[in-house]
């Protein structure tokens, strides 16, 4: 049975720092994309960032570039989203998706979710 389980969701201060984990189970991860999505309340669901756990290519929104970096953790066999420098409109439900193949930028691509953890951002 194919999980994705987000954890390290958190109410974190502006300006602060937060790691996800995103842990697969249940399928041969290393020919799938893992990718980061959020979701803000009465927003669309936005791409963060995708790597291939084939080859490790990364894919990563360029606006987040700096703040946000995706990487596998491959001591805990994790796909990980570290945000430095929290704002006020990081507020939202992270969530993991992973799909056999490459990666996409496109939600609608990805057949596999996890439930989504939560970050809020408080000044």
């Known amino acids: 049975q194919v999980q994705l389980v987000e954890s390290g969701g958190d109410l974190v201060q502006l300006g602060g720092s937060l790691r996800l984990s995103c842990a697969p189970s249940g399928f041969n991860s290393d020919f799938y994309g893992i990718a980061w999505f959020r979701q803000a309340p009465g927003k669309e669901r936005e791409g963060l960032g995708c790597?291939?756990?084939?080859?490790?290519?990364?894919i990563q929104r360029g606006s987040m570039a700096g703040r946000f970096a995706i990487s596998r953790n491959r001591a805990k066999d994790t796909v990980d989203l570290l945000m430095t420098n929290l704002e006020r409109e990081d507020t939202a439900v992270y969530y993991c998706?992973?799909?056999?193949?490459?990666?996409?930028?496109?939600?609608?691509?990805?057949?596999?979710w996890g439930q989504g953890t939560q970050v809020t951002v408080s000044s």
């Open positions: 790597i291939s756990m084939r080859d490790g290519s990364l």
């Open positions: 998706a992973a799909e056999s193949g490459s990666c996409s930028w496109s939600a609608s691509d990805f057949t596999f």
